[in-house]
């Protein structure tokens, strides 16, 4: 199992993919051509996360996940990053809706959690940056 966080759209066969892949014997464009296919749909840059399952007979077969929740947050708040001291001090807000909209997109990574349950996850998450919520 290889993870990695790659810009959608922009797989290349430099690193940190090519010596990721490289030493597995896996082949390298056949990836970068499949993952820029799969993530043309994304705004460019946007970090996506990548998990590479490699095969002994050299053979692949991988799942893109959503971006980290930590990147929709900054996004949605506009701030470029979190705070220094997580619950003392703000950097931003962030609207419960915007929160709602970033667990509907979490969710697709793991549907069987509520979406309940991933707007109580963002919400930590949101508190632990710096990001106070609001209506």
């Known amino acids: ?18 010596p990721a892949l490289g030493q597995k014997g896996l082949n390298l464009m056949e990836f970068c051509k499949s993952f820029n296919e799969k993530t043309k749909g994304i705004i460019d840059n946007t970090p996506v996360p990548v998990e590479i399952t490699a095969y002994s007979d050299r053979t692949f077969e991988y799942f893109i996940k959503t971006p980290q929740t930590s ?26 809706k915007k929160i709602y909209e ?10 069987f959690i509520s979406l309940e349950h991933w707007c109580s996850q963002i919400m930590a998450s949101a508190k632990s940056m710096g990001l106070k919520v609001v209506r």
């Open 71 to 96: 990147y929709f947050l900054k996004k949605a708040a506009g701030i470029a990053k979190g705070a220094d001291q997580a619950g003392r001090s703000f950097v931003g807000e962030i609207s419960v």
């Open 102 to 111: 970033i667990a509907k997109i979490k969710q697709q990574d793991k549907q």
């Open 1 to 18: 199992m290889i993870r990695l966080t790659v810009p959608a759209g922009k797989a290349t066969p430099s690193p940190p993919i090519g």
